[in-house]
């Protein structure tokens, strides 16, 4: 979603510094940008629909040691230059960069019409900085008339204010993240996340959710948004290197990604035993164990279905966290409810854990990044440790989240030391089977079907959501038409979409169901399915073979990668940005 940032300081370029920090938040998905600068006693603002990546900085924002910008994706108002954010008060004195939704906003911009404001978009933000103006007008203070405003908004949101006389940053949560970077030089950042900053700071320090920050650049003042108490806030050092958040050799985040599985599930498995072996009798204990989570998290979930179901022999139930809500009835104080994320600020994924939380029941949350707000707030967490995911299509977080699952369902049946093995075994495999003969493999098969319009996937047990998650990654960067299928719903339906060559990839594995998919295979083939099969061994069914590594219980882990890759060159063949997805954000801050 929208990408934030301020900066405050030393440093009299303020305005360069944070449009090349937004420059690093361009993988949160966005279609406007704008940057308000202060220039003397006045602000000074630049805004544009489209992408920043080629803007020359230092040629837009001149001198001055306050600024603020902002990615912006649209929600209410269309994409248009008036609608980018920054937006400013009558007077000019006050801009404000927004994420989330003011709720509440055409009551509060009625209200302000008719005291005379006069507003220039379509947007729920305008109506920030009107009302931080008004209530200027009764408090002298611009803080103290930020904190006024925002407890007048409903919504989830996250605001930065800057005040040109005062030339002071203000910046208020109650649901978006939003993170201060502490800087090396004298000055202080505030951002929806730390890349961008990162190459300006390595320490950070969290607000919460109803908090709010005040900065001038030499001090900061953390405190409650509602009452205005004091807060102390911890400083954290990020461990991560900038390094982490760079393309290197390769032409995409996506790839790049995809390469570092080898790696990151090893990182994953490398989990405290005891903790691990706390949760899995946690799940043991529980009267009801639920998992949710969004998209390609949500797969992750599903899949641990079928883990926790063979592995362990557990019952556990998922619902995507956008309808977890309608299960509430069977939440007790002894259940427990799993979340899946990968950058721990989805919000659909908060208000699963809002409506566990209500009904008494614990949370364990599966992240990947640290200090996220899920991370926060749940009772338990566990990091995937996959390192920052860049590309809005998620690729190594969703094979670390899996093997974090898996990991647990072993725990389950006291044989975690199996689980690490089998797990990093796997890792191993992996290593071997993304080479370079490999890729290029796969790069002409995507040149081969990339025309087509339609392109199905089957799978059954846990291919089964490897299924869904192969669509949603072909959907996603190359926009062809993909659907995923439990082998077995063919014939209920899907199988009249079936055509003379239309491709249709078949996931499968050395296991109890191989026999089923194979008979679903020849069933598509004989409607005249191109079959391409991903399997540890070939069959004549297929036209094309994907070979995968017979990796037992983590066939799901080693049968997804092949068809990252198919996806990002099916992208890249059809001429579309695969770490750019159009209408696409990185992270989900918006229900
Ligand atoms: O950050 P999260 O894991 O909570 O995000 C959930 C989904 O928004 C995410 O997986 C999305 O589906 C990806 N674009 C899929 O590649």
């Given at each position: 979603?929208c990408?934030?940032?301020?900066y405050v300081?030393?440093?009299?370029?303020?305005?360069f510094?944070?449009?090349e920090?937004?420059?690093?938040?361009?993988y949160r998905?966005?279609?406007?940008?704008?940057v308000?600068?202060k220039?003397?006693r006045?602000?000074?603002v630049c805004?544009?629909?489209?992408?920043?990546?080629?803007?020359d900085?230092?040629?837009?924002?001149?001198?001055?040691?306050l600024?603020i910008?902002?990615?912006r994706?649209?929600?209410?108002?269309?994409?248009t230059?008036?609608?980018?954010?920054?937006h400013l008060?009558c007077n000019g004195?006050?801009?404000v960069?927004h994420?989330?939704i003011?709720?509440?906003?055409?009551e509060?911009?009625r209200d302000l019409?008719?005291k005379?404001?006069?507003f220039?978009s379509?947007?729920?933000?305008?109506?920030?900085?009107h009302?931080?103006?008004e209530?200027?007008k009764?408090?002298?203070?611009?803080a103290?008339?930020v904190?006024?405003?925002?407890?007048?908004f409903?919504?989830r949101?996250?605001?930065?204010?800057?005040?040109?006389e005062?030339?002071?940053?203000?910046?208020?949560r109650?649901?978006?993240p939003?993170?201060?970077g502490?800087?090396?030089?004298?000055?202080y950042f505030?951002?929806?996340d730390?890349?961008?900053f990162?190459?300006h700071?390595?320490?950070?320090?969290?607000?919460d959710d109803?908090?709010?920050?005040v900065?001038?650049?030499r001090?900061?003042?953390f405190?409650?948004l509602?009452?205005g108490?004091?807060?102390e806030?911890?400083e954290?050092?990020?461990?991560?290197?900038?390094?982490?958040?760079?393309k290197?050799?390769?032409?995409?985040?996506?790839?790049?990604?995809?390469?570092e599985?080898k790696?990151?599930?090893a990182?994953?498995?490398?989990q405290?035993e005891?903790e691990?072996q706390?949760?899995?009798e946690a799940i043991?204990?529980?009267?009801?164990?639920?998992?949710s989570g969004?998209?390609t998290?949500?797969?992750?979930?599903?899949?641990?279905e079928?883990?926790?179901?063979?592995?362990?022999g557990?019952?556990?139930?998922?619902?995507?966290?956008s309808?977890?809500?309608?299960?509430?009835?069977?939440?007790?104080?002894q259940?427990?409810l799993?979340v899946?994320?990968?950058?721990g600020e989805?919000?659909d994924?908060?208000?699963?854990?809002k409506?566990?939380?209500s009904k008494?029941?614990?949370v364990?949350?599966?992240?990947?990044?640290?200090g996220?707000?899920?991370?926060?707030?749940?009772?338990?967490t566990?990091?995937?440790?996959?390192g920052?995911?860049r590309a809005v299509?998620?690729?190594?977080a969703?094979t670390?989240q899996?093997a974090?699952?898996?990991?647990?369902a072993y725990?389950?049946?006291?044989?975690?030391?199996?689980?690490?093995?089998r797990?990093?075994?796997?890792a191993?495999?992996?290593?071997d089977?993304?080479?370079p003969?490999?890729?290029?493999?796969?790069?002409?098969l995507?040149?081969?079907i990339?025309?087509?319009?339609?392109?199905?996937?089957?799978?059954?047990s846990?291919n089964?959501p490897?299924a869904?998650e192969?669509?949603?990654?072909?959907?996603?960067?190359?926009?062809?038409?993909?659907?995923?299928f439990?082998?077995?719903?063919?014939k209920?339906g899907?199988i009249?979409?079936i055509?003379?060559?239309?491709?249709?990839i078949?996931?499968v594995?050395?296991d109890?169901?191989?026999t089923?998919?194979?008979?679903?295979?020849?069933?598509?083939?004989?409607r005249?399915?191109?079959?391409?099969?991903?399997?540890?061994?070939?069959?004549?069914?297929?036209d094309?073979?994907?070979?995968?590594?017979?990796?037992d219980t983590?066939?799901a882990?080693?049968?997804i990668i092949?068809?990252q890759?198919l996806?990002?060159?099916l992208?890249?063949?059809r001429g579309?940005?695969?770490?750019?997805?159009r209408?696409?954000?990185?992270?989900v801050t918006?229900?």
């Open positions: 979603m990408g934030i940032i301020g300081g030393g440093r009299r370029d303020a305005g510094l944070v449009i920090g937004l420059k690093n938040l361009e998905g966005y279609d406007s940008w704008g308000a600068w220039e003397g006045k602000i000074a805004k544009e629909t489209g992408k920043i990546g080629c803007v900085a230092a040629k837009i924002a001149k001198e001055g040691n600024a910008a902002h990615t994706w649209a929600t209410h108002g269309g994409v230059t008036e609608n980018a954010h920054p008060s004195s006050i801009a960069v994420n989330g003011v709720e509440n906003y055409e509060i911009r019409i008719a005379g404001h006069r220039l379509e947007t729920d933000t305008e109506v920030i900085p009302l931080i103006e209530e200027m009764t408090t002298g203070d611009f103290a008339a904190r006024r405003a925002c407890l007048k409903e919504g949101f996250a605001v930065l204010a800057m005040h040109a005062s030339g002071t940053l203000v910046a208020a109650t649901g978006s939003l993170i201060v502490v800087g090396d030089h004298e000055g505030i951002a929806s730390i890349p961008a990162r190459e700071t390595s320490t950070v320090q969290y607000l109803g908090e709010m920050v900065t001038d650049g001090s900061i003042l405190s409650d509602k009452t108490a004091e807060r806030k911890r954290i050092e990020i461990t991560w290197e900038t390094a982490q958040v760079q290197g050799k390769y032409a995409h985040f996506m790839l790049k990604e995809i390469m599985q790696d990151s599930i990182r994953a498995v490398n405290d005891g691990i706390t949760l899995a043991r204990a529980a009267q009801g164990t639920f998992l969004c998209g998290a949500a797969k992750a979930c599903m899949a641990a079928y883990f926790f179901s063979v592995i362990a557990q019952h556990v139930n998922f619902a995507p966290a309808e977890f809500k309608l299960f509430h009835r069977f939440l007790k104080p259940s427990l799993i899946v994320s990968q950058s989805t919000a994924v908060l208000e699963a854990m409506v566990a939380k008494g029941a614990k364990l949350a599966i992240v990947n990044t640290e996220s707000t899920i991370a926060r707030e749940a009772d338990y566990l990091h995937i440790n996959a920052p995911e299509a998620s690729t190594k969703l670390g899996m974090v699952l898996m990991l647990i725990a389950m049946i006291g044989k975690l030391p199996k689980g690490r093995t797990l990093l075994e796997t191993a495999a992996i290593n089977m993304l080479n003969r490999y890729t290029s493999f796969i790069e002409s995507a040149e081969k990339k025309d087509d319009k339609d392109l199905y996937i089957i799978g059954k846990w089964y490897m869904l192969s669509a949603i990654k072909i959907q996603e960067v190359s926009y062809v038409h993909a659907e995923g439990a082998g077995g719903e063919l209920h899907p009249a979409l055509e003379e060559g239309t491709p249709c078949a996931l594995g050395n109890e169901v191989r089923d998919i194979i008979n679903n295979a020849i069933e598509l083939k004989a005249g399915g191109f079959i391409i099969g991903v399997a540890p061994e070939r069959h004549a069914v297929f094309e073979w994907i070979k995968v590594p017979d990796t983590a066939q882990i080693v049968n092949p068809i890759v996806a990002y060159f992208a890249v063949k579309k940005d695969p770490d750019m997805p209408n696409l954000a990185k992270s918006v229900k």
